[in-house]
Structures are given as C-alpha cells and as structure tokens.
Nanobody
Framework: QVQLVESGGGLVQAGGSLRLSCAAS????????MGWFRQAPGKEREFVAA????????YYEDSVKGRFTISRDIAKNTVFLQMNSLKPEDTAVYYC????????????????WGQGTQVTVSS
C-alpha cells in the first residue's frame, strides 16, 4: 500500500517559517515527480512546488518563488517544503503528491496523495 504522510504544519505569524515533510512508503520515487499543492477554503487546489526525483530539478508557483524551497532526502524517501516569509494568503491545507508525470504543475496527473497538513498564517 502506497502511503504519503505529511507533517510540519501549524500556526505561525506572518513573516515566520515552517518546514513541511512528506514521508513515503510502499513506493519508489526513482521515476516520479513529487509535488506540493495547497487548498484554501472556497478555492481550488493549486500548485505550489514540485521536484523531479531523479535530477532534483525544482519548479515553483510564482507567488512562492524566493520564499519556498522544495528538496528531497533520497535515503529517507522524503520530500520537504521549507516555507519562509509566510503570508496570510499562504494559509491552506498542504498536500504532498507523487506520480509518473511530465507536467509537474497539474494535480490531476499525480497518482498518490497524502492526507494533508494545515498551515495557518496569522496577520
């Protein structure tokens, strides 16, 4: 059974930082892309960041560039999202996803999803 488990969410004041983790089991990411998506109340799920497992090439949504960094720990089969300079508009449930995808920004192309972790940024 493939499982992706996110952790690291919480409540933080604007300007603060959080580090999200996504630990995988039951699957190898050798040929996968890994992505972070988020969904705020009343909004569609949106792309945040993604990384190709093999070469580490990273992609970011424009609003998080320079603030968020996606990375991976190959040995631990874990992907991270370091979030700095957080803003209230970053508040959402953050989901980790994995899949054999070519378009890393489209949620519908991913095969596996975590349960999500809540990130709340207060002003």
């Amino acid at each position: 059974q493939v499982q992706l488990v996110e952790s690291g969410g919480g409540l933080v004041q604007a300007g603060g930082s959080l580090r999200l983790s996504c630990a995988a089991s039951g699957v190898t990411f050798n040929n996968h892309a890994m992505g972070w998506f988020r969904q705020a109340p009343g909004k569609e799920r949106e792309f945040v960041a993604a990384i190709r497992w093999t070469d580490g090439n990273a992609y970011y949504e424009d609003s998080v560039k320079g603030r968020f960094t996606i990375s991976r720990d190959i040995a631990k089969n874990t992907v991270f999202l370091q979030m700095n300079s957080l803003k209230p508009e970053d508040t959402a449930v953050y989901y980790c996803a994995a899949g054999l995808v070519l378009d890393l920004t489209r949620a519908s192309k991913y095969d596996y999803w975590g349960q999500g972790t809540q990130v709340t940024v207060s002003s």
